[in-house]
């Protein structure tokens, strides 16, 4: 790799170039020199926008030795198979999530990243959200006491309106559904603040069960990929000691209360959440109460506080998971969260998925 910042070609056009984009050329220590997407008149469109180079062949892309590294911001069902590829041909990776349809596709590609000697990060980006970082301080401290019992209740209505059309994201086999959209945040989100996950049974469900197809198509197709999924859990904290956890998803609660986690422990309660549905970053706040108290607002801790936003709430925070990502592989240790944080977070997805839809 030659000296400089890291040179990244983003591979899918939807979150990498809305997202992905702009916070790599946020970064310092990073440089993004170059395009991929399967469709030769998307691509054309974006290299226009952004006067970076493209590419529809992924395997020229690989072969370009002044490219370093790549962000795969693909839908999930293709993303394996390019990881793969990319790996072999010597490429760092930052990957979106879900990185494959389950936990063993997850753990090959581990097994490649360590042989080649390659850092790959996975874009679990909360645990870069300046208020999250905060209450993971507070349960660090032992805030909390002895934790008695966690409730995460992400009630989206993204996909409430039965209009909205026909998508890989109705298909469970491509790696749709909500376990997968907001799942895999939540899993790794709690392993991260708690502990490792012991024990989980799910109940998913399906409620719009038919959709239209895009145009120009005419008709509806079926979507048989779980737009609810409600999931009984238990976590080891980092004294060995079992929290029972209540986690409920969903992409079709209208009007739904949005994004929240609540622990109540012996020594305290903490509440984190928001009711923000158009923006999952931005609109967070923090309370803790101690035994005998009402809830008050935890004024946020400045030294966390992003450099830069967006009115995109998510470039920030992807940015500066994309910073540590760069000084991982500059410095030649693993990525925090990388592959391992994934498997983990699979493994509760797809046992969650053992249980019968309803």
């Not at 491509?174 to 997968?180: K, M």
């Not at 936003?309 to 410095?331: F, N, Q, S, Y």
Request: hydrophobic share 45%; with cysteine.
């Amino acid at each position: 790799m030659s000296p400089g910042p890291l040179r990244v070609a983003i591979a899918g056009l939807g979150f990498g170039e809305k997202v992905h984009l702009p916070a790599l050329h946020d970064c310092p220590l990073t440089e993004p020199v170059a395009l991929w997407h399967p469709r030769p008149e998307r691509l054309e469109v974006a290299c226009r926008a952004s006067g970076l180079p493209g590419s529809a062949d992924f395997e020229a892309l690989l072969a370009d030795p002044a490219i370093d590294a790549l962000v795969l911001a693909t839908p999930p069902k293709p993303r394996f198979d390019l990881a793969r590829a990319a790996l072999q041909a010597g490429k760092h990776l930052l990957l979106e999530k879900p990185v494959a349809l389950d936990a063993a596709a997850i753990e090959e590609l581990q097994r490649l990243a360590l042989r080649q000697g390659l850092t790959v990060a996975v874009d679990f980006e909360y645990r870069a959200v300046p208020l999250f970082q905060q209450l993971a301080d507070l349960l660090s401290e032992g805030v909390l006491g002895e934790p008695w019992l966690v409730k995460l209740d992400w009630l989206m209505s993204s996909r409430a309106d039965a209009s909205r059309p026909w998508s890989w994201y109705s298909q469970a086999a491509a790696g749709g559904g909500v376990l997968g959209a907001l799942g895999t945040h939540a899993f790794d989100t709690l392993h991260w603040l708690i502990g490792p996950s012991q024990a989980v049974r799910g109940q998913l469900s399906t409620a719009i069960g038919e959709r239209p197809l895009p145009p120009p198509a005419s008709g509806s197709a079926a979507v048989d990929a779980e737009d609810i999924a409600l999931i009984q859990m238990e976590f080891l904290d980092r004294a060995g000691r079992s929290v029972p956890a209540q986690v409920n998803l969903a992409s079709v609660t209208r009007c739904g209360r949005g994004h929240w986690l609540e622990l109540y422990g012996s020594e305290a309660t903490l509440v984190l959440g928001s009711g923000n549905q158009a923006d999952y970053v931005h609109g967070f706040q923090l309370w803790m109460a101690r035994p005998g108290e009402s809830l008050r607002a935890v004024p946020a801790d400045p030294a966390l506080a992003f450099p830069r936003t967006w009115e995109d709430g998510r470039i920030a925070p992807v940015g500066r998971l994309i910073g540590w990502w760069a000084e991982a592989i500059a410095e030649g240790r693993p990525m925090v969260p990388g592959l391992c944080e994934a498997v983990a977070s699979q493994r509760v997805c797809d046992l969650a998925r053992l249980a019968v839809p309803v």
